[in-house]
Each structure stands twice: as C-alpha cells, then as structure tokens.
Nanobody
Framework: QVQPVESGGGSVQAGESRRLSCHTT?????MAWFRQAPGKEREGVAA????????YYTDSVKGRFTISRDNPKNMLYLQMDSLKPEDSAMYYC?????????????????????WGQGTQVTVSS
C-alpha cells in the first residue's frame, strides 16, 4: 500500500486556479481533501465516494472546487477555481479505512486512517 502523496500546491493570485493531486493505492470507499490554516482546526473540504462516484463539498467551496478520482491511475484530484485568500492552507489527502462503506458528512478527521504529508496553497490578494 502506498501512503497518500499530495502534489500541486503553490502560490497563486486571488481568482486563479490550482489543481491538487493525490496518489495512493489504498483501497477505500471514501477519499477526501482536508485543509488546515495556522491556528485553525483541520477542515474537511471535499469528499469522493468511490462506489457510486458521489461527491461532497463544504459550503465555503461549493461551486468553486471539484473533486474527482482516476481509478486506473490511483489518483484523487481537487480542482480549485476562483481561489480566495481564505483558501490559503495546508491541504491534505485522506483515506477512510475499507471497513467504512462510505464517506460520512460533515467530514471528520478521526474517520480517516491514512494521511498524506500535505501540500501548501497560498492565495494572495
């Protein structure tokens, strides 16, 4: 099994786009993106139910972020459009254990067993 590995972070201007990628070989019914800004709690941003292919987004990113999965490549993506300074954070890819049949919302960090090291996204105004 390959621990999640994120990539794609960087510095952008407000209004620009960025795509994050996560590679992992863990089998799961739920994968998600979390983010954590300095001094704040880790927040669930988006989730993907791998069975039905359904998605979940926290309210603050609805209409701007898109989560997707490429099964043959074992990749999870987060397309982030219309970025705002408040989106600045460390972004983490997370995988729920296979025993869990689906994502549970709102997303809870304690539901996820496997985490990447994170990739930093900084949005300047």
């Amino acid at each position: 099994q390959v621990q999640p590995v994120e990539s794609g972070g960087g510095s952008v201007q407000a209004g620009e786009s960025r795509r994050l990628s996560c590679h992992t070989t863990y089998r799961t019914y739920c994968m998600a993106w979390f983010r954590q800004a300095p001094g704040k709690e880790r927040e669930g941003v988006a989730a993907f139910n791998t069975g039905p292919g359904t998605t979940y987004y926290t309210d603050s990113v609805k209409g701007r972020f898109t989560i997707s999965r490429d099964n043959p490549k074992n990749m999870l993506y987060l397309q982030m459009d219309s970025l705002k300074p408040e989106d600045s954070a460390m972004y983490y890819c997370a995988v729920r254990p296979l025993e869990a049949w689906a994502c549970r919302t709102p997303l809870r960090p304690t539901d996820f067993a496997y985490w990447g090291q994170g990739t930093q996204v900084t949005v300047s105004s």
